[in-house]
């Protein structure tokens, strides 16, 4: 009896330590329960062995990215399933540290810092590094919690968040000494960041369009649809092209077709600019001695393409197949007969003379998720970009909480690097994000930001 009251008990610890960390994240955006997700599971290993305690905190990891990267069944089942798998394992590492640590002191710090070590891990493991769901993401809203990620990243809010479950769970246990450090550590953050998040922002204006053409995945790369895309996405920017922007964005791979390969289709497009006079920033597939690339194209209101980047991470067993070269089949049972995506090598930097400027401004390209690497941005600041866009295309998964987890990534970029980020989605969400993280602009139409068609022009401060 004592045995079947305890598989109970266990079973609505689970459930619901799962549920809460699953509605922290957006879609759901009760981000205050990120901070007693945990404290369930603390509950749930006590007088338990270390396998008990790894298979409680592993099962409850798996619910939760099922829970939250179910969209991903849209493009593979069994895929969805594995990666859940496979993530859940860092959860289940957790529960046993936590196990071996319910001994010590010093868990209040310790418990976070793995947890966090154990974020970092996992988003920078050769192509099985993803970051998407750190817990600091499910804060995204939060600003003056996550200002400190200027300096300690994404890890640091996770950090905090983590810390709060630990404390409260030792109240519990009558001990307020960890819940007094807690609250110091929390005055400390909250001080900081609502310092930063007043502080007053300066830099030059650029008026920035991004065109959310709305295509629905199915007719993107169909042949019958291609002058229907390009005809949308003119009108569009005709239309933008009125609110006298410095710069248009296109999504990723808006072009349907390759760059300077089809011919009528280029000639569309830099004609186009050269009526508007105005650049344009294009999502293009381009091609050069027989590679493949994923690219961003700015166009000059001449009319021809100033620079290209070519995207540097792709996605792998998407737009590669790891270690195809050395086992051809297996490159054929992903992919078919579909060719490969080459990687980019220089983390390039456009240069925008916007009109009202006696210098020219710079900005970097971050395509498709390539926004989820902080490494990546911090490059491309570091070669001068004074703001960051993110062209991208989450059609793939449909109306679901995929392209607002996605935009949380960008939040932090934005804060990491104290520059803005503009972002423009295939079907949304297209937005802009200050350096503070704050989101105050977007493309929207009665009220929804996904599968809408249009467009949104914004001032961006690019200091």
Same mark, same amino acid.
């Given at each position: 009896?004592?045995?079947?009251?305890?598989?109970?008990?266990?079973?609505?610890?689970?459930?619901?330590?799962?549920?809460?960390?699953?509605? +922290?994240?957006?879609?759901?955006?009760?981000?205050?329960?990120?901070?007693?997700?945990?404290?369930?599971?603390?509950?749930?290993?006590?007088? %338990?062995?270390?396998?008990?305690?790894?298979?409680?905190?592993?099962?409850?990891?798996?619910?939760?990215?099922?829970?939250?990267?179910?969209?991903?069944?849209?493009?593979?089942?069994?895929?969805?399933?594995?990666?859940?798998?496979?993530?859940?394992?860092?959860?289940?590492?957790?529960?046993?540290?936590?196990?071996?640590?319910?001994?010590?002191?010093?868990?209040?710090?310790?418990?976070?810092?793995?947890?966090?070590?154990?974020?970092?891990?996992?988003?920078?493991?050769?192509?099985?590094?993803?970051?998407?769901?750190?817990?600091?993401?499910?804060?995204?809203?939060?600003?003056?919690?996550?200002?400190?990620?200027?300096? +300690?990243?994404?890890?640091?809010?996770?950090?905090?968040?983590?810390?709060?479950?630990?404390?409260?769970?030792?109240?519990? #246990? %009558?001990?307020?000494?960890?819940?007094?450090?807690?609250?110091?550590?929390?005055?400390?953050?909250?001080?900081?960041?609502?310092?930063?998040?007043?502080?007053?922002?300066?830099?030059?204006?650029?008026?920035?369009?991004?065109?959310?053409?709305?295509?629905?995945?199915?007719? #993107?790369?169909?042949?019958? $649809?291609?002058?229907?895309?390009?005809?949308?996405?003119?009108?569009?920017?005709?239309?933008?092209?009125?609110? +006298?922007?410095?710069?248009?964005?296109?999504?990723?791979?808006?072009?349907?077709?390759?760059?300077?390969?089809?011919?009528?289709?280029?000639?569309?497009?830099?004609?186009?600019?050269?009526?508007?006079?105005?650049?344009?920033?294009?999502?293009?597939?381009?091609?050069?001695?027989?590679?493949?690339?994923?690219? $961003?194209?700015?166009?000059?209101?001449?009319?021809?393409?100033?620079?290209?980047?070519?995207?540097?991470?792709?996605?792998?067993?998407?737009?590669?197949?790891?270690?195809?070269? #050395?086992?051809?089949?297996?490159?054929?049972?992903?992919?078919?007969?579909?060719?490969?995506?080459?990687?980019?090598?220089?983390?390039?930097?456009? +240069?925008?003379?916007?009109?009202?400027?006696?210098?020219?401004?710079?900005?970097?390209?971050?395509?498709?998720?390539?926004?989820?690497?902080?490494?990546?941005?911090?490059?491309?600041?570091?070669?001068?970009?004074?703001?960051?866009?993110?062209?991208?295309?989450?059609?793939?998964?449909?109306?679901?909480? $995929?392209?607002?987890?996605?935009?949380?990534?960008?939040?932090?970029?934005?804060?990491?690097?104290?520059?803005?980020?503009?972002?423009?989605?295939?079907?949304?969400?297209?937005?802009?994000?200050?350096?503070?993280?704050?989101?105050?602009?977007?493309?929207?139409?009665?009220?929804?930001?996904?599968?809408?068609?249009?467009?949104?022009?914004?001032?961006?401060?690019?200091?």
């Amino acid at each position: 009896m004592v045995k079947y009251y305890q598989m109970i008990r266990n079973i609505i610890l689970i459930s619901f330590a799962s549920l809460f960390l699953v509605f +922290s994240f957006p879609n759901f955006n009760l981000s205050f329960l990120a901070f007693i997700g945990f404290i369930l599971l603390f509950f749930a290993i006590e007088n %338990k062995s270390p396998k008990e305690a790894f298979l409680i905190f592993y099962i409850s990891g798996f619910i939760f990215y099922l829970g939250t990267l179910y969209w991903l069944y849209h493009v593979t089942v069994a895929g969805l399933i594995i990666l859940c798998l496979y993530l859940a394992l860092y959860f289940g590492v957790l529960g046993l540290i936590c196990f071996r640590l319910k001994a010590y002191s010093l868990r209040l710090i310790a418990i976070p810092l793995i947890w966090s070590f154990l974020e970092y891990i996992q988003s920078h493991l050769p192509i099985m590094g993803f970051g998407w769901l750190s817990l600091g993401y499910s804060q995204y809203k939060n600003l003056p919690l996550i200002q400190i990620a200027d300096f +300690s990243g994404v890890y640091g809010v996770s950090f905090t968040v983590m810390m709060v479950n630990v404390a409260i769970y030792r109240t519990f #246990k %009558k001990s307020f000494r960890e819940v007094i450090i807690t609250a110091l550590v929390l005055i400390a953050v909250f001080g900081y960041g609502i310092m930063r998040v007043n502080e007053r922002g300066y830099g030059n204006g650029v008026r920035v369009s991004v065109i959310q053409g709305n295509i629905p995945q199915e007719l #993107k790369w169909d042949p019958k $649809a291609q002058d229907m895309i390009i005809e949308k996405y003119i009108a569009l920017t005709k239309m933008a092209a009125l609110e +006298s922007a410095d710069l248009i964005v296109w999504p990723e791979t808006s072009f349907p077709g390759f760059f300077e390969i089809d011919e009528d289709m280029t000639e569309k497009i830099l004609t186009l600019v050269k009526e508007t006079k105005i650049p344009i920033l294009i999502g293009v597939n381009t091609e050069k001695d027989e590679k493949y690339f994923n690219s $961003a194209a700015l166009i000059s209101p001449e009319g021809s393409m100033t620079n290209k980047y070519d995207k540097i991470h792709l996605v792998p067993f998407g737009e590669y197949v790891p270690f195809s070269n #050395k086992f051809p089949a297996f490159h054929k049972l992903i992919l078919g007969e579909l060719g490969e995506f080459t990687p980019g090598k220089d983390f390039k930097a456009f +240069s925008l003379q916007p009109s009202a400027f006696s210098q020219t401004v710079k900005f970097s390209v971050l395509i498709c998720f390539e926004d989820i690497f902080p490494e990546i941005s911090r490059k491309f600041v570091k070669n001068g970009a004074k703001f960051l866009i993110v062209i991208t295309n989450d059609a793939w998964y449909g109306k679901s909480g $995929a392209a607002y987890q996605h935009a949380a990534n960008s939040v932090f970029r934005a804060i990491e690097n104290r520059v803005p980020v503009v972002r423009c989605a295939n079907t949304g969400y297209s937005c802009f994000i200050d350096s503070r993280g704050g989101i105050y602009d977007s493309v929207s139409e009665k009220n929804s930001l996904l599968f809408v068609t249009g467009y949104k022009t914004a001032v961006v401060n690019a200091k």
